[in-house]
T-cell receptor
């Protein structure tokens, strides 16, 4: 079965730096890969979706890449701010018609 | 336009009781998903429903758990004879289009079994 690994449970970075989070998966590539943000005690909030045939997607300070050869997605937050501190979840949609499978998440802390 | 509404936000039950969690999807959304999240664990898919139909229940435990999404009213996740291991946050999500897959989540219902 498909396994998803997010690089680390926690990541601490200095304000203003670029945060890079990693999502690796096994087996075959998903049709879509999505990133969500989850704050403590809240539900996940959708951030970005990237398709199998796309290499990169941007939205304001966020950038997602998708490398089907490496079976990896990178999620970047540039000019990070303390308000970016949250848990970021990677999710795979294998066929475009299957339920999203989520990674455990990476807890990002941006230190002022 | 209200988002996904879940209630109750917090529910405490004793072992053996029943828990009913309700979810109203976003207006215009006909796809509903239930996920369970344990502390320090990822979101685990449970069930996917459309109006009056269960589309995929591959993540649902075979016993004690059931879900419905009636023609009128919210989706219900029902857990019978709860045990301590059922303590978790249960999230509902909805979408308007199955193909794109972007999900809108509620704030969750936190079940504590004493």
């Amino acid at each position: 079965s498909q396994k998803i690994e997010q690089n680390s449970e926690a990541l601490n970075i200095q304000e203003g730096k670029t945060a890079t989070l990693t999502c690796n998966y096994t087996n075959y590539s998903p049709a879509y890969l999505q990133w969500y943000r989850q704050d403590p005690g809240r539900g996940p909030v959708f951030l970005l979706l990237i398709r199998e045939n796309e290499k990169e997607k941007r939205k304001e300070r966020l950038k997602v890449t998708f490398d089907t050869t490496l079976k990896q997605s990178l999620f970047h937050i540039t000019a990070s701010q303390p308000a970016d501190s949250a848990t970021y979840l990677c999710a795979l949609d294998m066929t475009g018609n299957t339920p999203l499978v989520f990674g455990k998440g990476t807890r990002l802390s941006v230190i002022a | 336009n209200a988002g996904v509404m879940q209630n109750p936000r917090h529910l405490v039950r004793r072992r053996g009781q029943e828990a009913r969690l309700r979810c109203s999807p976003m207006k215009g959304h006909s796809h509903v998903y239930w996920y369970r999240q344990l502390p320090e664990e990822g979101l685990k898919f449970m069930v996917y429903l459309q109006k009056e139909n269960i589309i995929d229940e591959s993540g649902m435990p075979k016993e004690r758990f059931s879900a419905e999404f009636p023609k009128e009213g919210p989706s219900i996740l029902r857990i019978q004879q709860v045990v301590r291991g059922d303590s978790a946050a249960y999230f509902c999500a909805s979408s308007s289009d199955r193909e794109t897959g972007e999900l809108f989540f509620g704030e969750g219902s936190r079940l504590t079994v004493l």
